[in-house]
């Protein structure tokens, strides 16, 4: 059997905490006899969810944190100042070799500051940035960084390209995947101060497999493996998407409903409709890890429900297996 992945799971942190945490942990245990997770947070919610579920009990364990970092707080006084809250203690976990990773809803800027500060940065990397998959018509693209550096430096993408190479060429399995910077055009020529200073950087960067510029809407074409952004772009294309997305789904689901006839012919094709919007659920891909950090820090979203919690501790079992904290490392110290 192979060995186990220990994965802190931030039971306080989201909208929906414990509940939805809980039960997305015990999920995820329960789908993967080689993934054990530590539940930080109030033990006395956490032990009420999990009495609703049959796990095994060795593989779940409590670790009872009376503080929580709420939304609204600020992230830097908020990791400072709360010592004893769920988010804190799971990233000194990580940061200890006490866990493989640590998945959490709560409070982004917590969650970013934490990573840089608790876990800390691989030695070279600049700037840990955000990178999440999303759907395209022919798989799936990293988006990087998508909230992390606003204000990143030419140098600082081009290490996004790096670490997003060897994230989708060892995790998703695409070899020499083709990296894409963000811009309002195809030409070289194109694009704001930060854009035209680091496109010959990545013409000439060793290791990347560099397309140009990639346009917003080439994005769910599937126009490139890796797209290079700052986090300012990132963000608005990354929330862009999921709101179309839901927009999209909504109006498919009310159109089907309509009448007796759309009604029979949802009926027919709702095999083929469920598989498609699956593939186009960016749930499905767990969450945006934190790129560049010694130990894994993985966030999902302040909403996110069970699913979304299941597949994102999948992901770090994923994540561990192939290594990618130990290529990125070596990849940065040579």
Known sequence: MAETVRVVVDAMGGDNAPAEIVKGAVDAVNAHQDISVILTGRQEQIRAELGKYSFDSERIEVVHCEEVIETAEHPVSAIREKKQSSMVVGMNMVKCGEADAIVSAGNSGAILVGGQTIVGRIKGVERPALSPLIPTEKGVALLVDAGANVDARPSHLVQFAQMGSIYMENVIGIKNPRVGILNIGAEEEKGNALVKETYPLLKTCPG???????????????????????????????????????????????????????????????????????????????????????????????????????????????????????????????
Do not use: W
Not at 262 to 276: M, S, Y
Not at 277 to 284: G, H, Q, R, Y
Not at 307 to 327: F, H, L, M, P, W
């Open 208 to 334: 990347i497999h560099f397309i140009g510029s990639i346009e917003a809407r080439e994005i769910p074409h599937g126009g490139a493996d890796v797209i290079v952004c700052e986090a300012f772009a990132g963000n608005i294309v990354l929330k862009l998407y999921e709101g179309v997305a839901a927009t999209l789904l909504d109006k498919v689901k009310a159109g089907l409903m309509s009448s007796l006839r759309t009604k029979i012919g949802a009926l027919l094709i709702k095999p083929a409709l469920k598989q498609t919007l699956k593939e186009f659920d960016a749930s499905e891909y767990g969450g945006a890890p934190l790129l560049g950090c010694r130990g894994l820090v993985v966030k999902i979203h302040g909403s996110s429900k069970a699913k979304d919690v299941k597949n994102a501790v999948i992901q770090c079992q994923t994540y561990k297996r192939q290594g990618i904290s130990e290529k990125l490392k070596e990849n940065f110290s040579s």
